[in-house]
């Protein structure tokens, strides 16, 4: 059974990004160089995205426990696992490389979920560098480090 994670809540929740992108986009002067008073837009976005990877990534644990349950009795061993993993994943608040395979491999035994992170051109060491970066900002402009962060 294909995951829905993607379809059904991902998308539906990056809709909120493209919006944002939109808005971004209209604001805009129209000149080149860099284009002020958008850094509030930008900053949604990194906030925005990285809520949307949480929740994906989440979401896609929550159907692999699903998966995993039993079709009769007994049930008691899924049962465990069940509320094992979903008290991990309700901890679970910093979707950074390392906390994300810890995440996989201690709630359904994935020994290291990042190895498959790569799109075209893009291995997966860069894939995680990226991640990273993207939630190094991200914990910047949640924790006020520098509230006049250069996204614009």
């Known amino acids: 059974m294909p995951s829905l994670a993607n379809t ?3 998308q539906a929740l990056l809709s ?6 939109d808005a971004h986009a209209r604001l805009r002067t129209g000149q080149p160089g860099r284009q002020w008073r958008l850094g509030a837009v930008n900053r949604a976005i990194v906030v925005v995205s990285v809520s ?12 692999s426990i699903e998966l995993l349950r039993p079709g009769a009795p007994p049930m008691a061993h899924w049962q465990s696992l069940n509320a094992t993993a979903r008290s991990a994943i309700g901890r679970f ?3 950074n490389a390392d906390n994300v395979r810890a995440l996989f491999r201690d709630v359904i035994g994935l020994a290291d979920v990042t190895s498959e ?10 894939s995680i560098a990226y991640l990273n970066d993207m939630l190094r900002h991200r914990h910047e402009i949640a924790h006020g480090v520098n509230p006049s962060l250069n996204y614009s």
Request: with cysteine; aromatic share 14%; net charge negative.
């Open 16 to 21: 909120d990004v493209d919006e944002l992108i």
């Open 52 to 63: 949307c990877w949480e929740a994906y990534i989440e979401q896609v644990l929550l159907e």
């Open 117 to 126: 992170w790569y799109w075209r051109n893009c291995a997966s060491q860069r």
């Open 93 to 95: 608040n910093n979707p």
């Open 8 to 10: 059904r809540h991902l």
